[in-house]
C-alpha cells in the first residue's frame, strides 16, 4: 500500500479527486505520522486532529455529492502559527499569547479552508517571526530531519521541518527577511515568498508590516505554485494587498518542468555569490548555475552594490515597525497578563506582563526599535534605512533590465548545530544575508534544494521582479527538473 | 491656590494674550475610520467592535472614504489647501483606552493645510488662521472605578469600552492668534462656534459638544506689548462653548497673577474645571513624550486628485457666515435684532421653524421670548430646551388657526417643553383649546351680562372701554379657553354697542 | 566607543514597558551596543538627496466604501480578556492621566 505521507499534494489530489483514497485517510495518514515523530521533530505547537478530520469528512462528502473539487482539495497543510485561526490557538511562539484562541480566521486561513485543504494545526517558529533557527521559540526549538541536533531554520522552521519529516505535503509560512526561503534551504524543501501584496496580510500576526509576506512551503515547486495560487490575490481587508490576479504560476512552474531554459537571461549577483558563504555552499551554488546554464539559461554577473547594506536597514526597519506592532501586547484585551496583585499599577503590570511574556530576542528588537524611532535618532537609523531601501530597490530594476531573475545561494550556511549562534544575536541575524533584499524591495523570492554539502541540504535563491513571481517558479521547477529532490535519512 | 487674581480689565490693559484652538471633532459617518463597525453615540459596552477596532493581532485597517471625502470638505470649507500627496503616522504611545498602544494619526503630511476661518466678534470680523486640519482615530472609554468621584485619581480600577475606539476624529488646528486683546476669550468662543456651524452646515458631523463629538484644547500665554510671545499652556477638557470662553479668561488671569509675582509660566497640559471655571495642572512628566512617529505601514498614502477635490468643492453648502447674512435678508432683521438671535444661538432654530412653516416673525417670537427664557433659566443651550422647531411651528399654525389664544400657546409649551407629546395631542389631552363653540359662548356672554348689569348699561351707553371687564368674567367662566377677541366683539355685538 | 549606554538602554525599555531586571539591562547594553555599531553602517551610504521608501506597493487611495458590516460580540471581543467586568476589560488603577490625542 502506498504511504500517502509520501505524495506530493498533486498526487495526492488526484488520488482523492478519483476516489482512490479518501480525505480522511489521507488526513488520518498525517495525523498517524505527526504522532509518531514530532515528539522528536517538534514541528507542530498544536495539532488540530478533530478540526483536520471534520474537514477531510467535509471534502469526502463534497465530493461523494458530485461537487467539482478543487486542485488541493483533501491535501492536508500545516499552519505557521503566526497566522489566525478562528477558535483554533494561535501564539506566535511566544508566551505572550499562551492560550489565545482567535475570534476571527486570517484571511490566508479562510482561504485554505475553502479551497477544501484540510489543516493539520500550527507549526512552530521564532517568536514572533524574529530569527532564523526556530531557537527563539518560547515552546522549545524545531530540529531538522536532516539531523535531530541541528536547526531547521527560521522562523518558519517548524512549517519546512514538517514537510523535511513527511508531517505535511504543504505548509504556510510567512516571511519578512527569510523566514520562508531560509528553512526551506536548510530542510531541503521549496519555500517562496510572493510579490509584497500578492498575498493577504490580514489575520497574520505583524512583525515587521512593511516587509511581511506569507506564502507556500511545499516538497516540490509545483505544489508550492498550486498552493500561491490557492492562496494568494486581492483582499480587500489589506490596504497594501495588489488588486491583480496572481500571475500564473501553476503553468509556470509546468513550463519549468519541461527542463527548457532557452531565452531566459539570469543574473548572479556578485556581492552574494563568494564572500560570506560556506564553502560547500558556494560550491553547491556554482554546480547549480551551470545546471541552469546546461538547460539554456544564459548566465550573468550582476552587481547590486548596495546589497551589503541591506542587512543593517532591515535591522533598523523591521524593529522599529516591531517596536511598534508589538506595543498591543499589554495584557489588556488578551493573552498573558503578570503581576496583577491588586496593588500594583496597569503600568507596572503592563511592564511586567510585557517581560515575562517576550523572550530577550523580541525585547532586544523591540528597543532596537524604539531607539531608531527616537526624535534626534530616526534621521540617522530610521529614515536613513528607509533611503538604503530606495537604493536597494534601484539596484533591483536595474538588475531587471539586463537579466530575468536574480540568482544566489539562499542562506551562507547549511544548518548549524542548535546553540551555536545564540550566544552572538548578530551571528545568527547573517543567516538571511542574501534574503533581506527582496523583503525590502517587495519582489518574490523562492528557495528550492539545488544540492548537498557535507550531507546536509543547500538552496538555490531565485528572485524576480514585482508581480513576476511565475518567472521564479519557471526557474526553480527547471533547476528540480536537473538537480532532482533530496530525500532526508530516515527518521 | 489662594492668591488672589487681579482685575480682567486691568490684566488685558498690561498683557496681551496670545491663543490658539485645537479642536476634535467626531465625524458622523456610519462606519469607524478604519473599520465596518457603526459609530453611533452611546450603546452597551463593546458592543460595537471587530478585531480591527480591539486591535487583535494580525488584524489590518483599511480606510473610510466617506471619512477621507469630509476632512478635505472641512479643509476646502476652511480655505486650506489640500495635500496631493500624504501618509498617515503611527503615534505611539501607552494608554489602556488605545486599542493597539500607538494611533494612527497625520503628523508632518497632513491632508489640509494653511487656511483661515473669518469670524464676527461684536460686528467686526477677526480672520483666524487654520494651521492644519488632519485625520485620525478616536480612543475608547475608560470608566474610573473605586474612587471617590469616578475620576482617575484614587480609583483602584479602571474599565474599557471600546465602543469608541476607531470613531475617525478629524483635528484642526489654528495659527496662533494675536492681537485680541481683552476680547480674546470671545473670539476663542465665537471661532468654535462658527468652527461647530461650518461643520454642521458641511453635513459631516453634529458636532453635539455635550456628547463629545466636538471637543476642545485651548492654548493661551501672554506677553507685555512690544515683548516676545510668552511660554504657552494647553487647557484641555474644554467642552462647551461657554467654557472655551471661560477657559481662555480665567488662564489669562492666572498667568497675569503668575507673571507678576515674578513667577515663570511653565509649559504644561492643564484641565478646564467645569465647576470652579478655572483650570488645574495636569500631572508633569518626568520627560518631555516622545511618540515616535512613524509613516504608518499598514496604509498606503492618499493622494487626492485635482478632480475629485475639484468636485467636493463643487459640492460645498453655502458658509454659514454667508447663509447668516441671506437669512438677515430673508427675515427682514435689523443688525441689531440679528445680532440677538445670534447671541441666543437661535439661527438655525427658527431657520427649521421657518421651514417646517412658521412666518420668521412668529418663529423669532417664540424661540427668543418665552423658550430663550426657559433656556436660561435652565441654563442650557437653547437647541435643548425640548422643543423642536417642527413643534413650535406647530404650536404656531393652532394659534393661527384659532385653536389656541396666546396664553393657551404657552401652556401647551410648557407641556411640549415637559416631554408630553405634540401640540395639537397636549391641546387635546388637557382640554386646551379654544372655545369656539358660538352657542357655548353666546349662553357665556350672556350670562355675564347678566350678572353684571350696571357694567352692561355703561357698555350700551357707548362706554366701550367698560366691556374689558365682561370680557374678563367670560374667559373666568371659559377658564381662558376662550379668545378675547371674539368674545368682545360678541359682547358688543349683544349689547347693540 | 559604546554606541549606547546602560542608562539608555533602561530609558528604552521604560518607553517599551519592559520591566528588565538588572541583569538583562548588562546583556542587553553590550548586545544592543554590538548591533547598532553593525546597523550603523547605513549611515556610509550618500542618500542626501535620495527619498526615502516607507512602502514597496506603488499604491494610493485604497479606500472602504462606508457601509456596516458585522463585528464581534461582546462576548467574542472579550474571550481573551486577562479580566472583565460588567461587559468591559478591567485593569489595574493607571498613574498616568495625561492622555494624548
Redesign the interface.
Known amino acids: 500500500m502506498t504511504d500517502l505521507t509520501k505524495l506530493t499534494a498533486v498526487e495526492i489530489a488526484g488520488l482523492v479527486a478519483g476516489g482512490e483514497t479518501s480525505a480522511v485517510e489521507v488526513t488520518q495518514a498525517h495525523l498517524d505520522r505527526i504522532a509518531a515523530v514530532d515528539d522528536r521533530v517538534h514541528a507542530f505547537l498544536h495539532v488540530d486532529t478533530e478540526g483536520a478530520l471534520a474537514a477531510a469528512r467535509a471534502v469526502d462528502e463534497r465530493r461523494a455529492a458530485g461537487e467539482e473539487l478543487g486542485p488541493l482539495a483533501g491535501v492536508p497543510v500545516a499552519v505557521k502559527d503566526v497566522l489566525t485561526t478562528k477558535g483554533v490557538p494561535t501564539t506566535v511562539g511566544s508566551k505572550i499569547l499562551e492560550g489565545w484562541r482567535p475570534p476571527y480566521d486570517s484571511t490566508i486561513v479562510q482561504r485554505l479552508r475553502a479551497a477544501g485543504t484540510v489543516m493539520l494545526g500550527k507549526t512552530n517558529m521564532d517568536e514572533f517571526a524574529m530569527g532564523s533557527s526556530t531557537e527563539y521559540s518560547a515552546y522549545g526549538p524545531t530540529r531538522n530531519p536532516w539531523d535531530l541536533d541541528r536547526i531547521p531554520g527560521g522562523s518558519g522552521g517548524g512549517s519546512s521541518a514538517a514537510l523535511a519529516a513527511y508531517e505535511a505535503p504543504l505548509a504556510i509560512g510567512s516571511d519578512t527577511g527569510g523566514s520562508i526561503r531560509q528553512p526551506g534551504a536548510v530542510t531541503g524543501t521549496v519555500g517562496a515568498k510572493p510579490t509584497y501584496g500578492g498575498t493577504s496580510r490580514y489575520g497574520l500576526v505583524a512583525f515587521s508590516s512593511s516587509l511581511d509576506t506569507p506564502g507556500p512551503c511545499a516538497r516540490t515547486v509545483l505544489d508550492a505554485a498550486l498552493l500561491h495560487a490557492a492562496i494568494g490575490g486581492h483582499d480587500p481587508r489589506d490596504s497594501t494587498s495588489i488588486p491583480a490576479p496572481v500571475p500564473d504560476v501553476v503553468a509556470a512552474a509546468k513550463l519549468g518542468a519541461t527542463g527548457d531554459l532557452t531565452g531566459v537571461r539570469l543574473g548572479v549577483v556578485t556581492e552574494f555569490s563568494g564572500e560570506g558563504a560556506e564553502p560547500g555552499v558556494v560550491a553547491a551554488f556554482r554546480e547549480s548555475v551551470d545546471a541552469l546554464a546546461k538547460l539554456g539559461a544564459e548566465i550573468v554577473e550582476v552587481s547590486c552594490p548596495h546589497f551589503r547594506y541591506a542587512l543593517p536597514a532591515y535591522y533598523l526597519i523591521a524593529p522599529s515597525e516591531c517596536s511598534s506592532n508589538l506595543a498591543r501586547f499589554d495584557g489588556v484585551r488578551f493573552g498573558l497578563r503578570e503581576g496583577d496583585d491588586g496593588n500594583r499599577s496597569l503600568e507596572e503590570v503592563m511592564s511586567l506582563t510585557r517581560d515575562a511574556g517576550f523572550g530577550p530576542e523580541v525585547k532586544r528588537r523591540i528597543m532596537l526599535g524604539t531607539y531608531a524611532l527616537s526624535s534626534g535618532y530616526y534621521d540617522a537609523y530610521y529614515g536613513q534605512a528607509q533611503k538604503v531601501r530606495t537604493l536597494i530597490t534601484r539596484d533591483f530594476t536595474a538588475a531587471f533590465e539586463r537579466v530575468d531573475a536574480l540568482i544566489s545561494p539562499t542562506t551562507p550556511f547549511v544548518a548549524f548545530p542548535i546553540g551555536a549562534r545564540t550566544s552572538d544575536p548578530y551571528q545568527m541575524y547573517l543567516a538571511d544575508l542574501f534574503t533581506i533584499p527582496t523583503n525590502l524591495y517587495g519582489g518574490p523570492g523562492i528557495s528550492v534544494p539545488c544540492g548537498l554539502s557535507e550531507g546536509l541540504p543547500v538552496g538555490l535563491q531565485v528572485m524576480a521582479p514585482t508581480m513576476a513571481d511565475d518567472r521564479m517558479y519557471r526557474v526553480a521547477a527547471a533547476l528540480e527538473s536537473a538537480v532532482g529532490t533530496f530525500t532526508p535519512p530516515a527518521l | 491656590m489662594t492668591t488672589t487674581l487681579p482685575a480682567y480689565d486691568e490684566v488685558v490693559a498690561r498683557y496681551e494674550p496670545v491663543i490658539g484652538l485645537e479642536t476634535?471633532v467626531e465625524l458622523g459617518?456610519?462606519?469607524k475610520m478604519f473599520?465596518?463597525?457603526?459609530t453611533d453615540f452611546g450603546g452597551?459596552?463593546?458592543?460595537?467592535?471587530?478585531?480591527v477596532?480591539?486591535?487583535?493581532?494580525?488584524?489590518?485597517?483599511?480606510?473610510?472614504?466617506?471619512?477621507?471625502e469630509a476632512t478635505i470638505r472641512i479643509g476646502l470649507a476652511l480655505n486650506c489647501s489640500i495635500a496631493d500627496?500624504c501618509?498617515f503616522a503611527?503615534?505611539?504611545?501607552?494608554?489602556?483606552?488605545m486599542?493597539?498602544?500607538?494611533?494612527i494619526s497625520q503628523y508632518d503630511e497632513p491632508l489640509c493645510v494653511d487656511g483661515y476661518l473669518d469670524v464676527e466678534v461684536n460686528g467686526e470680523l477677526v480672520r483666524i488662521g487654520v494651521e492644519r486640519v488632519h485625520l485620525?482615530e478616536?480612543?475608547g472609554k475608560?470608566?474610573?472605578v473605586?474612587g471617590a468621584t469616578g475620576r482617575?485619581?484614587g480609583?483602584?480600577?479602571?474599565?474599557?469600552?471600546?465602543n469608541r475606539a476607531g470613531i475617525p476624529?478629524v483635528e484642526i488646528v489654528t495659527k496662533p492668534v494675536p492681537g485680541t486683546g481683552a476680547l480674546a476669550p470671545e473670539v476663542a468662543r465665537a471661532y468654535v462656534a462658527e468652527l461647530r456651524d461650518v461643520i454642521r452646515s458641511l453635513g459631516v458631523s453634529d458636532v453635539r459638544m455635550e456628547e463629545g463629538s466636538l471637543r476642545c484644547d485651548v492654548n493661551t500665554s501672554l506677553n507685555l506689548p512690544g515683548e516676545e510671545w510668552g511660554t504657552r499652556t494647553e487647557t484641555k477638557n474644554v467642552n462647551s462653548l461657554r467654557s472655551v470662553e471661560r477657559a481662555v479668561r480665567s488662564e489669562i488671569l492666572r498667568q497675569a497673577s503668575v507673571l507678576d509675582g515674578g513667577g515663570r509660566i511653565t509649559q504644561e497640559?492643564r484641565h478646564f474645571q467645569e465647576d470652579t471655571g478655572d483650570t488645574r495642572p495636569?500631572?508633569s512628566?518626568e520627560t518631555a513624550?516622545?511618540?515616535?512617529?512613524?509613516?504608518e505601514?499598514?496604509?498606503?498614502?492618499?493622494?487626492?486628485d485635482a478632480a475629485w477635490v475639484a468636485e467636493l468643492k463643487a459640492a460645498l453648502p453655502e458658509l454659514p457666515r454667508l447663509h447668516r447674512r441671506r437669512l438677515q435678508a430673508d427675515w427682514g432683521l435689523s443688525d441689531a435684532d440679528m445680532q440677538s438671535v445670534l447671541n441666543a444661538g437661535a439661527v438655525e432654530l427658527i431657520e427649521a421653524t421657518v421651514a417646517a412653516g412658521a412666518t420668521p416673525a412668529a418663529a423669532r417670537k417664540w424661540w427668543l421670548g418665552e423658550l430663550s427664557r426657559r433656556a436660561n433659566e435652565a441654563g442650557i443651550e437653547l437647541a435643548d430646551v425640548g422643543a423642536t422647531p417642527g413643534q413650535v411651528a406647530e404650536l404656531q399654525s393652532l394659534v393661527d388657526a384659532g385653536k389656541l389664544n396666546d396664553k393657551l400657546a404657552r401652556t401647551v409649551l410648557e407641556g411640549v417643553v415637559g416631554g408630553e407629546g405634540s401640540p395639537t395631542e397636549i391641546m387635546t389631552n388637557r382640554g386646551l383649546e379654544v372655545v369656539s363653540d358660538t352657542g357655548a359662548l353666546t349662553a357665556a356672554v350672556d350670562e355675564a351680562i347678566a350678572a353684571n348689569p350696571a357694567i352692561a348699561d355703561k357698555v350700551r351707553s357707548g362706554k366701550v372701554a367698560a366691556a374689558g371687564a365682561l370680557v374678563g368674567a367670560v374667559m373666568k367662566t371659559t377658564r381662558g379657553q376662550a379668545d378675547a377677541k371674539t368674545v368682545r366683539d360678541l359682547i358688543l355685538e349683544r349689547l347693540g354697542a | 566607543m559604546a554606541a549606547i549606554s546602560r542608562e539608555e538602554v533602561a530609558h528604552l525599555a521604560r518607553l517599551s514597558r519592559l520591566a528588565v531586571t538588572e541583569e538583562e539591562l548588562d546583556t542587553f547594553a553590550g548586545q544592543l551596543d554590538t548591533i547598532l555599531q553593525a546597523v550603523a553602517q547605513v549611515g556610509e551610504v550618500a542618500a542626501a538627496d535620495i527619498p526615502p521608501t516607507s512602502h514597496s506597493v506603488p499604491l494610493t487611495n485604497v479606500l472602504r466604501e462606508d457601509v456596516v458590516v458585522p463585528g464581534l460580540t461582546p462576548a467574542e471581543a472579550l474571550s481573551g480578556a486577562p479580566d472583565a467586568e460588567e461587559q468591559r476589560f478591567r485593569v489595574p488603577r493607571i498613574l498616568d492621566e495625561d492622555v494624548a490625542s
Open positions: 476634535h459617518t456610519n462606519t473599520c465596518g463597525c457603526p452597551e459596552p463593546n458592543t460595537r467592535v471587530c478585531p477596532c480591539l486591535g487583535l493581532p494580525g488584524s489590518l485597517p483599511v480606510a473610510n472614504k466617506a471619512a477621507i500627496w501618509r503611527r503615534k505611539n504611545y501607552f494608554y489602556p483606552d486599542p493597539k498602544n500607538y494611533q485620525e478616536d480612543t475608560t470608566l474610573h473605586g482617575i485619581h480609583a483602584t480600577e479602571s474599565l474599557v469600552d471600546y476624529l497640559t495636569g500631572r512628566k513624550t516622545d511618540y515616535r512617529y512613524f509613516p505601514p499598514d496604509l498606503v498614502p492618499l493622494a487626492p
